[in-house]
């Protein structure tokens, strides 16, 4: 029986993922999270940050490297991984890295540059809303728009 090995990782991406095929055939995405825990040390809070490698395999890797990017916030739930070898001097190393099972892309946020204000306060797209409902009377005209969003599926 297997013993329990399972993590659930939630951070930003700290460079944008890299996408290999190695000999298997089957994609390989690389990439690394930044998480950040905060706690309080005498009325004061401290931040304490860790960084992971992470390993993404298969369709799965395929989408993390298309809709991903430096700085998007992801939720990881996989399992440990621990990487060993021996350095030419004949030392041993090892590395642990999280293999992921699924991949969740967290909304992206939105930087102050993109958003144009409108003098009342509102956001461009608001304006632009308000703009279409007043010359657009004839619901049927207006088509809606829908978005195909890609889930993940566990490798």
């Given at each position: 029986?297997?013993?329990?090995?399972s993590?659930?990782?939630?951070?930003n991406l700290t460079r944008?993922?890299?996408?290999?095929?190695?000999?298997?055939?089957?994609?390989?995405?690389?990439m690394?999270?930044?998480?950040n825990?905060y706690?309080?040390?005498n009325?004061?809070?401290?931040?304490?940050?860790?960084?992971?490698?992470i390993?993404v395999?298969?369709?799965?890797?395929?989408?993390?490297?298309?809709?991903?990017?430096?700085?998007?916030?992801v939720?990881?739930?996989?399992?440990n991984?621990?990487?060993?070898?021996?350095?030419e001097?004949?030392?041993?190393?090892?590395?642990?890295?999280?293999?992921a099972?699924?991949?969740?892309?967290?909304?992206?946020?939105?930087?102050?540059?993109s958003?144009?204000?409108?003098?009342?306060?509102m956001?461009?797209?608001?304006?632009?809303?308000e703009?279409?409902?007043?010359?657009?009377?004839?619901?049927?005209?207006?088509?809606?728009?829908?978005?195909?969003?890609m889930?993940?599926q566990?490798?």
């Amino acid at each position: 029986m297997n013993d329990l090995n399972s993590i659930l990782l939630e951070g930003n991406l700290t460079r944008d993922p890299e996408l290999t095929f190695p000999k298997n055939g089957t994609a390989l995405c690389k990439m690394a999270v930044a998480n950040n825990r905060y706690y309080k040390v005498n009325d004061k809070y401290e931040q304490e940050v860790s960084y992971f490698d992470i390993e993404v395999w298969g369709k799965t890797a395929e989408a993390c490297q298309q809709y991903l990017k430096q700085g998007r916030g992801v939720r990881i739930s996989g399992r440990n991984k621990q990487n060993r070898w021996k350095t030419e001097e004949g030392n041993s190393r090892s590395k642990i890295i999280i293999v992921a099972d699924t991949v969740e892309f967290k909304p992206e946020k939105k930087t102050d540059q993109s958003v144009d204000q409108h003098p009342m306060g509102m956001s461009k797209e608001q304006t632009d809303l308000e703009n279409i409902e007043e010359t657009v009377n004839d619901e049927a005209a207006i088509e809606p728009i829908t978005e195909e969003i890609m889930e993940p599926q566990g490798v």
